[in-house]
């Protein structure tokens, strides 16, 4: 049984890869056109909940991702898969549009090899590039009207092998090893209307830069435990990710497309012409978070988490920093109350979990930096009465930008669904 299930997990991870399903978008989001998109947090949906904390703790009921060396916790052999779904409405105080998208978040799975380490696998995204912008503008010495379009696809993914270690009875230590993989496809269109005979149509010149990303990546963690009584410990915890340079390959090329009033769209005039072909370097720094957390282990969690990045040491394809850039951080608060693991009443192992994060984002725009505010919260449900399988469900409402300055505020509700399948559904049945 454990042999088919790990076929077909190795299948959908393939077929993941394969169809590039995490470089698909949540939504338009102006900002992502900056650098190399949108950040995406690495934690997962039970993370998400406590406002993305969890680099100082973590427990068996479920994978933590956002410190290698906590992996450990996680003693039973495990499968999380995490849903993203998120409703925005983005406004410049004059003009609003409201958008939806969703995509799978995570998939990952650990593997305890010995009581004090335990392995993981991770497919995830890094960044997330989905927007689109349309300007128009009247032509000179002429009643007739050019309308431009800016729009971008894609984003960078990640996988990861993680490994966390407990040394002794109160130190933890991990490594994480990821790939970059993926591209970013970023369009630029022109178009003018015209009228020959009486009917109308529509020239589309049309400029496309793709580039597809390659590299690896470190990211060092520990962590350590402090027993203050018999019910309450003190956590400490910090993870370093090195900076790293991506390699590039960078192809540009040009469209003529004509459009027909009434038509099924724009056809293509001519065969598109390559511009041009070149490799380079994206240059992604370094960054640091540090945490601290009050537990009664599988009852109570109090946590905080900094983290940093300075993304004014961002270097682009031809070498250069990007001004819109520059450093960010993050600041992070979470509970997490489960009444009794070990009940064998279902409402009393229920997970319940309540965060607040507040972030200066790398953006910077008019000499202004971007900030981000939002609240979290969510459950976690036992599958069964007494199952070490959970579902997890998480809510974030947050706000980001404003509309002071002629800049842009994105207000949003983002979904998180999370699914823990443990060892026990699939253990064989034995008979003495």
């Not at 299930?5 to 590039?20: E, G, R």
């Not at 064998?344 to 979990?353: D, E, N, P, W």
């Amino acid at each position: 049984m454990k042999k088919n299930l790990f076929s077909v997990l190795v299948a959908s991870l393939i077929t993941v890869i394969s169809t590039q399903i995490f470089a698909q978008g949540t939504g338009n989001s102006p900002y992502s056109a900056i650098g190399v998109g949108e950040l995406v947090p690495n934690a997962f949906a039970p993370n998400l909940a406590m406002g993305g904390t969890g680099v100082s703790y973590g427990n068996i009921v479920y994978i933590n991702n956002v410190n290698p060396a906590l992996l450990v916790k996680k003693q039973y052999t495990a499968f999380d898969v995490g849903l993203n779904g998120q409703y925005k409405n983005i406004s410049n105080g004059t003009l609003s549009q409201s958008d939806f998208g969703m995509n799978l978040n995570y998939l990952s799975l650990a593997l305890p090899a010995h009581k004090n380490w335990t392995m993981g696998l991770t497919f995830q995204p890094y960044t997330s590039v989905d927007y689109e912008s349309r300007f128009v503008r009247t032509i000179a010495n002429s009643e007739k009207q050019a309308e431009t379009r800016y729009s971008g696809r894609g984003g960078i993914s990640k996988a990861a092998f993680s490994n966390g270690v407990r040394i002794g009875k109160n130190l933890y230590v991990g490594l994480e090893t990821a790939f970059y993989f993926g591209s970013i496809s970023k369009d630029t269109t022109s178009i003018t209307e015209y009228t020959v005979s009486g009917v109308t149509e529509s020239n589309h010149l049309k400029f496309t830069e793709r580039t597809s990303f390659g590299g690896t990546g470190l990211k060092l963690g520990a962590a350590y435990q402090q027993p203050l009584n018999k019910k309450w410990q003190l956590n400490i915890g910090g993870t370093y990710e090195l900076g790293n340079n991506l390699r590039a390959d960078r192809l540009n090329n040009y469209q003529f497309l004509i459009e027909s009033a009434g038509g099924n769209g724009p056809t293509i005039a001519r065969t598109p012409d390559t511009l041009a072909q070149a490799t380079g370097t994206y240059s992604i720094p370094g960054k640091y978070t540090l945490g601290v957390s009050f537990e009664s282990p599988l009852k109570w969690v109090f946590a905080v988490d900094y983290s940093r990045q300075d993304w004014g040491k961002f270097k682009n394809f031809d070498g250069r920093a990007n001004p819109n850039l520059t450093a960010s951080s993050q600041l992070s608060f979470g509970f997490e109350h489960i009444p009794n693991i070990q009940s064998t009443k279902y409402t009393s192992q229920i997970g319940y979990r309540f965060g607040f994060q507040t972030s200066n984002t790398p953006y910077l725009i008019n000499n202004q930096q971007i900030k981000d505010r939002s609240f979290s919260f969510g459950l976690t449900l036992p599958v069964g009465k007494v199952s070490p399988s959970f579902v997890t469900l998480t809510t974030i409402l947050g706000r980001r930008g404003t509309t002071e300055n002629n800049l842009i505020q994105e207000n949003y509700t983002k979904l998180v669904l999370g699914f823990s399948l443990n060892s026990l559904w699939f253990q064989k049945v034995r008979i003495d």
